[in-house]
């Protein structure tokens, strides 16, 4: 049985300095991290398997690729409402709030309402992790969501596209763009969303509808 101590001594063991400094190339802070590689990561999650007391235990570390690894062992069934919203709370990063999202949030029961509950929120990451659910749910809930949710999951997103903030607005555009392109029927509804975005005098709205209509109109 893997302990929190085991798993953190063999994280340890795979540090890499050089990894650690290239991850600020990307907009991760390198304070808390250890520099180790995502496939790593999936490697270490893979001999685990699911264990959510580790997970909630990993999360607890101030080690980044803990927190990245917290959410690929974690158990999206015991997972709760509240311990969602205390890992969002508690985000600092994309990638690990991208993880959360794509590795477990995306599969629990209560995904749909998150998007509802943390897109209105002024905190970063918890804005960022409602929006990115929709991106993810295009990909791994694609039998699980209708288009009139996709929809209105949207609309609910633009409702913030005047957030000048570099991780929402490049959210905004990944959702949009994901369901324009994962759902090819409603493409066209999307770039139309997008033109209404442009239309407006908002500097971040431009950037998102230009970002959305560049990639979609190729297809």
């Known amino acids: 049985m893997e302990t929190v101590e085991s798993v953190i001594s063999g994280l340890k063991h795979l540090a890499d300095e050089g990894t650690k400094k290239g991850v600020e190339r990307f907009g991760i802070?390198?304070?808390?991290a250890l520099g180790i590689k995502t496939p790593e990561l999936r490697k270490i999650a893979k001999s685990i398997k699911k264990n959510h007391t580790l997970a909630l235990?990993?999360?607890?570390?101030?080690i980044?690729?803990?927190?990245?690894?917290a959410s690929m062992v974690g158990d999206p069934i015991q997972m709760t409402t509240e311990q969602m919203d205390a890992w969002v709370a508690d985000m600092?990063?994309?990638?690990?709030?991208?993880?959360c999202c794509g590795n477990l949030f995306v599969y629990t029961p209560f995904w749909k309402s998150k998007v509802a509950e943390w897109?209105?929120?002024?905190?970063?990451?918890?804005?960022?992790a409602g929006i990115v659910l929709i991106a993810e749910?295009?990909?791994?809930?694609?039998?699980?969501?209708?288009?009139?949710e996709l929809r209105?999951?949207?609309?609910?997103?633009?409702?913030?596209?005047n957030d000048p903030r570099n991780f929402i607005k490049k959210a905004i555009s990944w959702a949009m763009r994901q369901v324009g392109k994962k759902r090819p029927h409603l493409t066209a509804e999307v770039i139309e969303l997008a033109r209404k975005l442009q239309a407006t005098d908002d500097k971040t709205s431009?950037?998102?509808a230009s970002d959305v209509i560049r990639e979609l109109e190729k297809r």
Not at 29 to 32: A, D, N, T, V
Not at 57 to 62: F, G, N, S, V, Y
């Open 57 to 62: 235990q990993l999360w607890q570390t101030d």
């Open 64 to 69: 980044h690729e803990a927190k990245v690894l």
């Open 137 to 148: 749910a295009t990909m791994h809930q694609k039998n699980n969501v209708s288009d009139d």
């Open 206 to 208: 431009k950037w998102i």
């Open 92 to 99: 600092y990063s994309w990638d690990v709030c991208d993880q």
């Open 29 to 32: 802070p390198s304070e808390k």
């Open 152 to 161: 209105s999951m949207l609309r609910t997103a633009i409702e913030v596209a």
């Open 119 to 128: 897109i209105p929120s002024e905190h970063e990451f918890t804005r960022r």
